[in-house]
């Protein structure tokens, strides 16, 4: 079994928090597991992409090959059209729709989610009004881990138990806000 | 034995620790930054070893030769540009009799993702002929890291771990192994060894050479280094390097038929190895990342009957990062398609000043201030506010390396560009920035110098600049900049106005002046107020 997962969105977006969370609850569930990050200049506002692969025997690379990933898990809606050489032929791709518009030739937003929808298999998630109804609007990372959570080969469970673990420190307020904005984009995208 | 989860940054800290160190120093750089994160967080839990931030590469070499001095074990890290920052200290500790273990952690950037160029660390290794270890994975980053700390006792080197960034952040599984105690201090028994006066270092430069020899065949013998020969495999053989290994097994299973391969993770290169794979293959490919190194040297310069494929021949890319298409690329194997969006071109999205960065406010009063001048020069530096050389700001000329806005504004106003302004943040100013004032304050040089102190090093992730930035105006006034034009001013937008015309008004003045403005960091505000809670 190999699980590539192509992560996407913009610097700020929190796409470290979800790819750590998706990484320890593989590794809990006993796969390997290769998490590549990106630090430094692009998380100044500009395009992030991490590389997260999960897999039952050794990973060799640290990135994931071109038409391998199972799936692009993006934070906004742009992103998730950036690295689609990477996405296998079966591949799904899921994101959140709220724009971050901070460059000069954004395209116009419904063309983009149309265009988004015709793909083979994409998943378009209100990630933002999600998360804001479950009680924070700094949760929309935790929607997207939710409506990605059919796809990802670890029980819902697990994934539960580390949005518990890494929001803890954090008081219960916001770990019951976090764990909320998980099913309700487990439910979305139902 | 215990599994820990880490980034390859972490995993040459955590091995520092279990070696025995007993200090690191560094100057933060992407993507070196996280070895010294990791080991002061250590610090914090464990109570040592001591790990500290220093003014820069140079100073925190010198500080770990120190310790080496006294016997003990250190570690120095930086990103491949501050080797150059530090090649000073690093060439001459070559010929000193390395004592406590001394280990200099480089970690180079190809693809720059974060740099200024891609330069490869393997050829200062060379070039100050010390021992140079190239981990393939996280695993590799612990185990040569212990293992660096041995090696350079036991030859009196300095060892270099040259990491690249896909290592140094990407976080896997590492088994790790019991700690090691320091060792006691004890001071470097001859000084002479150490004091590199010409009739010293003469001596001590020739036991360097005469080394060389036990340092090669340590290296053919190296774990590091891995040979394997498939007897009827005699077409294409395949030398990898460090994290490229990684790229090449990706592949391997498609290839369909084993290749004779020879990893290197050791150098000095291991020459007998080299041979013995030659004599098998009548064509090479090397994989390696950065410059083509190990290709080169198998190239050399006469001709040879073995066909060498890699940068040099276009089979690989001669710039940026290697990926595992690339290599299958290079290995012949047909693209593996992924999906598409015909016509549809994704704009790109650069890195960008955050929304309400208080460098965007010194800008709007620079370039207003320099509206409609005919020749005006701006010369920038290393940190966030390079990012002010985009639209919409467009503020700045150039940018080469920390501290050259401000010797480059000085040559470009002595050859005659007016107004000549650098501009420069608090922690590159404290790195490499105070030298080149002090060139400006003897000529009494006609130019602006425009500090931004946002009170950190923000770029690499909010670091503490290494003195508090109140002292910043009193270093200034202390080298003699006139106080009449050394001013202080806040970067914020409700001070616009003034700012502009104080700007305005230093452009005019015929000599030195230095603008201070100051304004914290919105994203170190961010972090501290959610510390607090
Ligand atoms: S991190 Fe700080 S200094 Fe850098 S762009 Fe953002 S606000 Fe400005």
Redesign the interface.
């Known amino acids: 079994m190999k699980f590539d997962i192509i992560l996407a969105g ?3 977006q929190g796409v470290l928090s979800v790819s750590a969370i998706i ?2 609850s593989a ?1 809990e569930e006993g796969l ?16 992030v992409l991490a ?1 997260l692969r999960l897999a039952d025997a050794p ?11 199972s799936l692009i898990l993006s934070m906004e809606p ?2 998730s ?2 690295y ?6 079966d ?1 799904a791709v899921v994101t959140a729709i709220t724009p971050v518009q ?2 000069a ?3 116009p937003l419904d063309e983009l989610l149309d ?1 988004i929808g015709k ?2 298999r994409a998943r378009l998630v209100d990630g933002d009004r999600l998360a804001r109804d479950a009680g924070s609007a700094r949760a929309t990372n935790m929607v997207m881990v939710g409506a990605a959570s059919h796809d990802v080969p670890v029980p819902a469970a697990t994934l539960e138990r580390f949005i518990e673990k890494t929001f803890a420190p954090k008081g219960e307020k916001v770990v019951a806000t976090n764990l909320a904005a998980f099913r309700a984009g487990r439910e979305a995208a139902l | 034995m215990s599994d820990l989860v880490l980034l390859g940054d972490e995993a040459v800290a955590l091995a520092a620790v279990h070696a025995g160190m007993t200090a690191a120093y560094a100057y933060p750089g992407t993507p070196s930054t996280e070895i010294l994160e990791f080991l002061i967080r250590y610090q914090r839990r464990h109570g040592g070893p001591r790990a500290t931030w220093c003014a820069n590469e140079k100073t925190a070499y010198e500080a770990a030769l120190g310790v080496s001095f006294a016997g003990r074990r250190a570690l120095t890290a930086m990103k491949h540009v501050g080797l150059n920052v530090a090649a000073d200290p690093f060439m001459n500790s070559a010929l000193v009799s390395i004592h406590g273990g001394l280990v200099v952690v480089v970690a180079d950037d190809p693809g720059m993702h974060s740099s200024q160029n891609e330069q490869d660390s393997r050829y200062y290794a060379d070039f100050a002929r010390v021992i140079c270890l190239e981990p393939a994975n996280q695993q590799e980053a612990y185990d040569l890291t212990r293992e660096a700390f041995d090696l350079s006792e036991r030859f009196h080197l300095p060892v270099v771990v040259r990491l690249v960034t896909r290592l140094a952040h990407s976080r896997t599984s590492v088994r790790v192994g019991d700690a090691r105690a320091e060792n006691a201090v004890a001071k470097a028994p001859v000084s002479k060894e150490w004091t590199l006066l010409p009739g010293n270092a003469r001596v001590q430069w020739r036991a360097l050479i005469d080394r060389q020899p036990e340092v090669d065949a340590w290296s053919e013998q190296s774990g590091a280094n891995r040979l394997e020969l498939h007897e009827d495999a005699d077409d294409l053989g395949v030398i990898t390097t460090g994290i490229a290994r990684n790229y090449y097994v990706e592949n391997l299973e498609e290839i369909g038929r084993p290749l004779s391969h020879l990893h290197i993770g050791a150098y000095p290169i291991p020459v007998g190895l080299v041979r013995r794979l030659m004599r098998q293959v009548s064509r090479v490919l090397v994989l390696e990342e950065g410059y083509p190194y190990v290709e080169r040297l198998l190239r050399g310069l006469l001709p040879s009957d073995i066909e060498i494929l890699g940068k040099s021949t276009g089979t690989v890319p001669p710039d940026g990062e290697l990926t595992p298409d690339l290599v299958r690329h290079a290995l012949g194997l047909p693209e593996r398609p992924g999906q598409s969006m015909p016509g549809f071109q994704v704009p790109s999205r650069p890195p960008q000043l955050c929304a309400g960065c208080p460098h965007a406010d010194s800008f709007a009063a620079l370039t207003e201030a320099l509206d409609g001048m005919a020749t005006p020069v701006v010369a920038s530096d290393i940190g966030c506010y390079t990012l002010g050389a985009l639209p919409p700001y467009s503020a700045v000329d150039s940018c080469v390396c920390m501290g050259a806005s401000v010797g480059m504004a000085k040559g470009a106003s002595d050859a005659g560009l007016r107004p000549a302004v650098a501009v420069i943040g608090d922690s590159t100013f404290l790195h490499s920035g105070v030298t080149p004032l002090m060139d400006a304050v003897a000529a009494n040089t006609d130019m602006t110098l425009f500090i931004l102190d946002n009170e950190t090093t923000a770029m690499t992730g909010g670091q503490p600049t290494i003195l508090p930035p109140s002292r910043i105006e009193k270093l200034v006034l202390g080298l003699g900049v006139d106080p009449a034009h050394c001013h202080l001013i806040a970067a914020h937008h409700r001070q616009a106005e003034a700012n502009r015309a104080l700007v305005e008004r230093e452009l005019a003045y015929q000599g030195l002046s230095v603008i201070i403005a100051v304004r914290e960091c919105i994203e170190t505000l961010k972090t501290k107020k959610k510390a607090q809670g």
């Open positions: 913009v610097g700020g990484a320890s590794l390997f597991v290769k998490q590549s990050e990106v630090h430094g200049m692009s998380q100044r506002g500009g395009a590389h990973i060799a690379s640290d990135l994931i090959p071109h038409g391998c990933a742009l992103e059209l950036r689609l050489n990477f996405l296998s032929p591949g901070n460059i030739d954004y395209p265009r793909l083979p």
